[in-house]
């Protein structure tokens, strides 16, 4: 499905946008026959840029097989909940330009987690039309019982995963995969920091970033 973002959207048309989607969102596994890619990604931020970094995981190595950063300018302000207008258009960039395969793509951020249930994990998975899991480190929307977060209706929206650091991760559902699929694969890519892929994506982005501010220094 091709979602196309207004250039100069508002805020106000951002949450109706994310409300007249929402309903499209697919909470049952649409999964590849056999994954054979685990697709990471995570954004930053620096001077008006954003940095939007995809990396292409093995499944079952959880090796790395390819890597892009995408840069373009930063269109959109900080919202809570609307991190989608601002991260969504050089992430799916990063993304397709990776030309990945018979994968699942993990975002690190909120899906159906989310106030309007869709968070950034679903626009991507609705905008790729790939089994999409959220992976965030913090909570945005619902309440804890136990390992679930749950909605005001009582509704499952997302899993707490424990890192062996101690710290929580909450997975919940972007697109075409069930809560239940989404934390079996995010337990199978975890190391002691958090999921495989998305951690690689965040070294991209980091490392792309200190470049750039060295090469600010030694101009200046």
Known sequence: ?????????????????????????KETSELPSKILNLVG?????????????ATRVDYEELTLLGSKLVAEPTR???????????E??????????????SYVCLVDAHGLAHPRKFGLACFVGLALDRPTI??????????TRGDRVLDKEGHAVAEVVTLPSGRNLYVSVGHKISLRDAV?????????TGPIPINLAHEEVTK???LIKRSNRVSS
Request: charge should be positive; aromatic fraction near 10%; charged fraction near 20%.
């Open 76 to 86: 959109f302000p900080y919202i809570p909940g609307l991190l989608a207008f601002r």
């Open 134 to 143: 959220g992976v965030a480190k913090s909570l945005l929307y619902g309440w």
């Open 41 to 53: 990604c995570d954004a930053t931020y620096f001077h008006g840029t954003t940095l939007a970094a």
């Open 184 to 192: 079996k694969i995010v337990r199978h890519c975890l190391n002691r």
């Open 208 to 210: 792309q970033k200190w």
């Open 1 to 25: 499905m091709r979602i196309k973002i207004p250039d100069n959207i508002t805020p106000h048309t951002a949450i109706a946008l994310q409300k007249r989607l929402a309903p499209l969102v």
């Open 88 to 101: 969504a258009p050089p992430v799916l960039r990063a993304i397709r330009t990776l030309r990945a395969k």
